[in-house]
């Protein structure tokens, strides 16, 4: 069993930046492709990123593409999400998922692990 847990979410004001975190223990997340997904009050979990197992392929939603970057360390076992000129439609519960490749990666109902989420809050 996978245990994935993000951190580094907060209050920050529009523009502003925030990098999340999505570690896991007693599994080498480099076994997986690895996804970021954010789900908004009263909306669906929306695929944000993925980065494949090596550190590539990469691919991004096109409302973040250019302000966000997925990243990995896979000796740190650590996920990484840098997010930059962050907006007020960026609020969400932001939730890292481990998955056996990058296109199920991209699909929340394709990824096998989930963290618990960590709550990313932009104000205008």
């Known amino acids: 069993q996978v245990q994935l847990v993000e951190s580094g979410g907060g209050l920050v004001q529009a523009g502003g930046s925030l990098r999340l975190s999505c570690t896991a223990s007693a599994v080498p997340l480099s076994r997986y492709a690895m996804g970021w997904f954010r789900q908004a009050p009263g909306k669906e979990r929306e695929f944000v990123a993925v980065i494949g197992w090596s550190g590539g392929p990469k691919s991004y939603a096109d409302s973040v593409k250019g302000r966000f970057t997925i990243s990995r360390d896979n000796p740190k076992n650590t996920v990484y999400l840098q997010m930059n000129t962050l907006k007020p439609e960026d609020t969400a519960v932001y939730y890292c998922?481990?998955?056996?490749?990058?296109?199920?990666?991209?699909?929340?109902?394709?990824?096998?692990?989930w963290g618990q989420g960590t709550q990313v809050t932009v104000s205008s």
């Open positions: 998922a481990a998955a056996p490749s990058v296109d199920a990666g991209s699909r929340p109902q394709t990824c096998d692990y």
